[in-house]
């Protein structure tokens, strides 16, 4: 079965520091794997993917990530940090057309 | 193109009654989803439809939850009798056919008290 496990459940980080939230995946076959966004009391946002082909996906919002196989992760980055990116992000590995997502982490981001 | 559409947004009822959530998903988009997100977890996917026919109901609690897609279209998911541990946000989403990329509605924050 695939699973999806997010280390930390919050990150706190000061504005331009950088972003680095961890995610690892265990999967049977080549996965397909995805980092949503989701703003308090609002649905997820589909910040990337990964399906194929190049392993640094970029994302929306200066967010980019980058599948490794041999380490069985998909840490999601930015380079700075800006206020409005506080929020909670979740990690999900595609399950035959499902999303399987991981519990979360909260980023918080100080001035 | 107008996104999913969930109604209510927020809900409370007392334990034993019943509730009911509506969803409209993207035209054209014959997968559909709910999904329960219980405060401080990742979404848990309750059950899947393909245009009007389930996928997969294997995480639906059958005693007490039931959905419906009429038409392949709308679709509503039901609670009867509901418990304290229901309290939660049901997410829907939508995605094309054979498609990976899912679409999330705002979602119902149901209170059960």
């Known amino acids: 079965a695939q699973s999806v496990t997010q280390l930390g459940s919050h990150v706190s980080v000061s504005e331009g520091a950088l972003v680095l939230l961890r995610c690892n995946y265990s999967?049977?076959?080549?996965?397909?794997l995805f980092w949503y966004v989701q703003y308090p009391n609002q649905g997820l946002q589909l910040l990337l993917k990964?399906?194929?082909?190049?392993?640094l996906v970029k994302g929306i919002n200066g967010f980019e990530a980058e599948f490794k196989k041999s380490e069985t992760s998909f840490h999601l980055t930015k380079p700075s940090a800006h206020m409005s990116d506080a929020a909670e992000y979740f990690c999900?590995?595609?399950?035959?057309?499902?999303?399987?997502f991981g519990t979360g982490t909260r980023l918080q981001v100080f001035p | 193109e107008a996104g999913v559409a969930q109604s209510p947004r927020y809900k409370i009822i007392e334990k034993r009654q019943s509730v009911a959530f509506w969803c409209n998903p993207i035209?054209?988009?014959?997968?559909l989803y709910w999904y329960q997100q219980i405060l401080g977890q990742g979404p848990k996917l309750l059950i899947q439809?393909?245009?009007?026919?389930?996928?997969?109901d294997s995480q639906l609690p059958k005693d007490r939850f039931s959905a419906e897609r009429l038409k392949g279209v709308d679709s509503t998911l039901k609670i009867q009798p509901a418990k304290l541990e229901d309290s939660a946000v049901y997410l829907c989403?939508?995605?094309?056919?054979?498609?990976?990329?899912?679409?999330f509605g705002q979602g119902t924050r149901l209170t059960v008290v």
């Open positions: 990964y399906t194929t082909g190049a392993t």
């Open positions: 035209s054209g988009h014959a997968t």
């Open positions: 989403a939508s995605s094309r056919t054979g498609g990976t990329e899912a679409f």
């Open positions: 999967s049977s076959v080549p996965p397909y």
């Open positions: 439809f393909q245009n009007n026919g389930v996928v997969d």
């Open positions: 999900a590995v595609d399950n035959t057309d499902k999303l399987i």
